[in-house]
Each structure stands twice: as structure tokens, then as C-alpha cells.
């Protein structure tokens, strides 16, 4: 039964992750801690596997449709997994607690940059419209900080580099979240190998969980081009809102 249930939790956060190119760690984590009682870093190491996962089904389906932004993303990884790296190194000597206050800020601080965000669907369609990539310095900036992220919280680094891409550099959303999936296979794989090395991976919950995982994103990769814009936005916000509070819940608690 609690196989059953790390499938189906799996392919809600693929099917999301896939959606909002977050890699799904972003839902993984908490549904890990919060519902199946995990240790913060026991989790984070499931997701991380589980964020290779979701990144392998959707980055084939965006390329395929020539959504994603190849180029940006490649330059952009090179830093991101030198962060993942350093982010992965760290992880172990930081407080659990630390970690899940840093992972609430960082949920809503990012919901509140996506609220705030006013640019028009049109503009934010990404087929069939031009645009200018802008400020590649902080765009690799950004991205080492996505990198150490990633390997702390478990998230993929989407968090972090969707916002970036989209409200940093210019780039349309559906580019952006397409994008980023592609890179946050590459960046999970980074800071897995450490987890592995520590023996925080627990084959029998990353299994499960990865299966669903793979279903969700394979579905949400299809399905990504007929949601609209801003029902995708406001699913970002609400979201990030919930777990931000759930994980505050948890520190205080």
C-alpha cells in the first residue's frame, strides 16, 4: 500500500515537475517528510533520483517540439553543476532544521517573484515568438546559486532558474520551463553521486517513487503545450504558497 501511494505521489509531483520545469523535487521533498515521514536529507537524495527521471522523459518531448532553448541551457548548466557540486559537498554539515526553514524562504520568496510578474500571455507564449536573451552574467550567477540549491533542497534547481530565465533574462515562461528541464537532469545527477556516496538513497523508496515519476512527467510533457499560461502560473504559486507553510509548520514544530 505504501508502494502504491510513493507511485501515485510520484506521478502528481512528475506530472507537475514536468509542467513548471521544477524536476518535481519541489513536491517530492515534502511528500517524503511530511507524509511518509522521512528524514529532510534521506528525501532529498530520493528526489534527486527522482528529478533525473522526470528530466529524461520531458527534456525528449520539449526538444522534439523545439520548445526548449538548447544553447542558453547548455551554457547555463556548466555553472549550475559546478554549484551542485559545492551545494552537495555542504549539505552534510548543515543543520536538517536550517535546511527546511531555507527551503520555505526560498518557496516563497520565488511564489511572490511569479505573482508579481505582469507580462502578458502573448508575450509569454514562446512558439511562434522572438526574443532576446538578456543579462547572461546574472544568468550565471543565478545559476551556480540553482546548482547549490539543488543539492541541498533536492529541487532540480528549476526553482530557481525558471524565475531567472524568465523574469531575469527575458526569456518567454513555456521557454523557460521547457529549458529547464533540460538542465535539471544534469544538475540532480551532480549532487546525486554525493548523496549515494553517504548511503542516503534508500532504493526501496526511490524505486516507487521514481516509477511514478516517470509516468506523471511522461504525461505532463504531452499534455504541456494545450495548459494555459496562466492557470500554470497561478498552479506555480499556489503550490510553492502550500509547501512553503507546511515546511514552516514542520521547523516550528
Not at 150 to 163: E, M, N, R, T
Not at 232 to 253: E, P
Request: net charge neutral.
Amino acid at each position: 500500500t505504501v508502494g502504491l501511494l510513493m507511485i501515485g505521489g510520484g506521478a502528481a509531483a512528475g506530472m507537475f515537475g514536468s509542467l513548471l520545469g521544477l524536476g518535481g523535487g519541489v513536491l517530492i521533498v515534502p511528500l517524503l517528510t511530511l507524509v511518509f515521514g522521512l528524514e529532510l536529507r534521506e528525501a532529498v537524495g530520493v528526489s534527486l533520483v527522482s528529478v533525473i527521471m522526470t528530466s529524461s522523459v520531458a527534456a525528449g518531448v520539449y526538444l522534439e517540439r523545439h520548445v526548449a532553448d538548447l544553447r542558453l541551457g547548455m551554457r547555463l548548466e556548466l555553472f549550475t553543476a559546478i554549484g551542485a557540486l559545492i551545494g552537495g559537498s555542504i549539505a552534510f554539515l548543515i543543520d536538517e532544521r536550517l535546511l527546511a526553514l531555507l527551503f520555505a524562504a526560498l518557496l516563497a520568496y520565488v511564489a511572490i517573484s511569479m505573482l508579481r510578474s505582469r507580462e502578458s500571455s502573448a508575450a509569454e507564449a514562446g512558439e511562434g515568438t522572438t526574443y532576446e536573451v538578456h543579462n547572461l552574467p546574472l544568468g550565471m550567477v543565478g545559476a551556480t546559486g540553482a546548482g547549490v540549491v539543488s543539492a541541498l533542497l533536492g529541487v532540480g534547481g528549476g526553482i530557481i532558474k525558471v524565475p531567472l530565465m524568465h523574469l531575469g533574462m527575458g526569456v518567454p515562461l513555456r521557454v523557460s520551463t521547457a529549458t529547464s528541464n533540460l538542465m535539471v537532469g544534469i544538475t540532480a545527477a551532480a549532487s546525486a553521486v554525493i548523496y549515494l556516496i553517504h548511503g542516503e538513497v534508500d532504493p526501496y523508496i526511490a524505486g516507487p517513487t521514481a516509477i511514478g515519476v516517470f509516468l506523471g512527467a511522461s504525461a505532463g510533457s504531452r499534455i504541456a503545450h494545450r495548459v494555459d499560461l496562466r492557470v500554470l502560473r497561478f498552479l506555480f504559486v499556489a503550490v510553492l504558497l502550500y509547501t512553503a507553510v507546511q515546511m514552516l509548520l514542520r521547523v516550528v514544530g
